[in-house]
Every structure is written in C-alpha cells, then in structure tokens.
C-alpha cells in the first residue's frame, strides 16, 4: 500500500532510509495521538472513561519514547544533541543554542 511519507521515490531509498521513513512517521502518529488523547481527556466528563483514555494516553507516551529511541540510535549526533536539552533544568532555549554549538 503506497503512502505519501516519502518526498523521493521510494524505490531509490535505501532500506535504512526507508526504515527511518517509517519511524518518522510513527512518532509522528504518536504525537497526534497523544494530542487527540489530551483534548479527549479535557472535555470528558465521565470519570471512568476520562480514565480509561490516560491510560490509553500513557500506551501512546510509552510509543512515542520507544520510536524517539530507535531514531536517536540511529543518528549519534541528535543523541548527543538531546543529551543537553532533555531531562534538564533551566531554560529550554538557552538549551537548544548550546545544543547547536
């Protein structure tokens, strides 16, 4: 089944490119998802669905990481990137300038 992730033909991507394709396009699935989940959750007002969509929520949170896993190692270089701006205090922007350096 042919999908417009690919912005060149895909018969002359390598299958490594084509693999990063696709879990590009699954954490991009996932963030929508967490998203769609987020507005969901904050207009329910049923308590036990209202539950029952953060859990689901969290299912999509723990995806998002595991495909954010796999691209980091497979590019060293947005590993080492990450490394300064995640799980860190003080200001994100200032963060991302030093990650540029």
């Known amino acids: 089944m ?6 060149e033909p895909a018969h002359e991507l390598s299958d490594s490119t084509r693999t ?4 590009i396009t699954g954490l991009i699935e996932e963030a929508e998802a967490i ?3 987020e507005q969901r959750i904050s207009v329910e007002k049923d308590a036990e669905a209202k539950a029952i969509m953060k859990n689901a929520q969290n299912e999509e949170f723990k995806h998002f990481g595991m495909d954010l896993e796999f691209l980091l190692r497979k590019k060293p270089a947005w590993r080492e990137m990450m490394k300064i701006i995640l799980f860190t205090e003080g200001d994100i922007v ?3 300038e030093e990650a540029e350096d």
């Not at 042919?2 to 912005?7: G, I, L, M, N």
């Open 35 to 37: 998203s769609w989940y």
């Open 2 to 7: 042919p999908t417009d992730q690919y912005h």
């Open 20 to 23: 990063f394709a696709r879990m």
């Open 94 to 96: 200032a963060k991302g």
